[in-house]
């Protein structure tokens, strides 16, 4: 980055010198020295669009909150990221994610540009209505900004299939278009198969790879004790698919406080993840199960609190899928003490770089069998994004696949994110001092 008069934006800040620190640690400017260009090209979004939105809540009064849209780069094909309502969303957040969405967009190898927008509208607390009118506003300006070949919002913190339905009948409706315009649409009106489920499972696939070649080839989740962050969409999946590899998930949380095994045997089962997915549902918090007594007598509730250093025995495998920042580096130190050999983000930049510097150094003092395996959200969690770009591809050709064939096409691209990962790594990447 080379200005210095613009307002500071730390997680921008922090996400561009994460990639930029790596990239300067590996031989990449040595080998193709006109990348350096190309990092300067690529920080600075091609185009950001900032606007009010006005609606209007259940008691008549007038709300107004902040639109963005940051139309980041589009070299590989039209901008493409989710929408995050939240009520800690500013420029610099949008930022972050539309820089992390252009690399995680361009390892899916699918012809997507990056971006990302939101508002800092908070849904938790809002009627159904209320929210149907936020999403009609934002919409309603956000339209003339977006289209299938320019610029297809999906969902993220916040965003659900519900208000992907809502945005895309008002975009319908101003624009007089059915086009894939938004991905993450319901099933019977455009959207694809397992695109709701595609991030949790996408962060499993690509851990499985981690754990089968780090292992050669003889250890699987089968067995693992695996700590999840989260009860969203990403963490619901994610934990299912962990639970049907023959894992056991450990831990779950969200924004109020972390829901842990008490004993060291046993795991959630599908049945208690479905009752904080349906939970989830109505904007409702997971202590709300957890004082009920089949949730609290086999878990503990910290108030407050993220899993990492709250976990009773062993930890095989973190799977940080809540938001951004969710792991410290005292956590990290704390996660590698409790046995953790795999961290793979299902959320973006989920680890702080403290976080990620104690992995880093504990591999570096740790080769071979004993070295611990760090997988970024821009590879990991790229599953959900790239069951977006099958979404866009259906609709372009009018056609629907099968589950399976979504499926299937998921599996080989988070394949293929690791081996060009590892490869990648192989060619450039320099030991670190
Ligand atoms: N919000 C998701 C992400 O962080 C998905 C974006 C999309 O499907 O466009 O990758």
């Known amino acids: 980055m080379t200005a210095t008069n613009l307002p500071s934006e730390p997680e921008f800040e922090q996400a561009y010198k994460e990639l930029a620190s790596t990239l300067e640690n590996s031989t990449l400017f040595q ?5 350096r260009k190309a990092l ?3 920080s600075v979004p091609e185009r950001v669009i900032q606007f009010r939105v006005v609606w209007e809540d259940d008691k008549g009064q007038v709300q107004i909150n902040r639109g963005f849209r940051v139309q980041f780069n589009s070299a590989l094909g039209p901008y493409k990221g989710g929408l995050r309502f939240h009520p800690s969303v500013n420029l610099s957040i949008l930022k972050f994610l539309g820089f992390e969405q252009i690399f995680k967009n361009a390892l899916t190898g699918l012809n997507m540009g990056g971006g990302k927008g939101g508002s800092d509208f908070d849904p938790k607390g809002k009627s159904d209505n209320e929210i149907r009118r936020f ?9 003339k900004h977006i289209g299938a070949d320019t610029d297809v919002p999906a969902g993220d913190i916040g965003v659900t299939g519900r208000e992907v339905g809502y945005m895309f009948g008002q975009y319908k409706k101003i ?7 938004l991905t993450g649409k319901g099933g019977s009106w455009g959207g694809s198969l397992i695109r709701p489920e595609a991030t949790g499972y996408g962060v499993v696939y690509y851990t499985e790879h981690m754990i089968k070649h780090a292992t050669g080839g003889k250890e699987s989740f089968a067995g693992k004790r695996v700590a999840i962050s989260g ?4 963490a619901q999946y994610a934990a299912l698919k962990v639970i049907e590899l023959g894992g056991s998930v450990i831990s779950l949380s969200d924004s109020q406080g972390a829901l ?5 045997e046993g795991s959630f089962t599908p049945e208690e993840i479905n009752a904080i997915a349906a939970i989830k549902v109505e904007r409702k918090q997971i202590s709300e199960l957890a004082n009920t007594s089949a949730f609290s007598s086999k878990f503990k509730y910290i108030p407050g609190a993220r899993p990492w250093t709250n976990i009773v025995g062993r930890i095989d495998v973190a799977l940080p899928s809540a938001t951004q920042n969710e792991v410290s580096g005292e956590e990290a130190k704390a996660l590698i003490a409790a046995g953790c050999k795999f961290i793979a983000e299902g959320s973006n930049m989920g680890s702080t770089q403290e976080a990620i510097d104690v992995f880093e150094a504990h591999r570096e003092a740790n080769p071979g069998a004993a070295a611990i395996w760090y997988a970024p959200g821009k590879a990991a969690n790229a599953g959900g994004v790239a069951v977006s770009g099958l979404e ?8 629907n696949w099968t589950q399976e064939e979504v499926d299937n096409r998921l599996k080989g691209i988070m394949e293929d994110c690791f081996k060009n990962g590892l490869s990648t790594a192989k060619e450039y990447a320099t030991p670190r001092r």
């Open 260 to 264: 842990v095994l008490k004993g060291e």
């Open 135 to 143: 999403c009609v506003a934002f919409m309603t300006e956000l339209c």
């Open 392 to 399: 866009m591809a259906q609709n372009s050709a009018r056609v």
């Open 231 to 234: 009860s969203g969409n990403v």
């Open 31 to 35: 080998k193709k020295p006109e990348y």
């Open 175 to 181: 624009r007089n278009q059915w086009e894939g315009v």
């Open 40 to 42: 300067q090209v690529v």
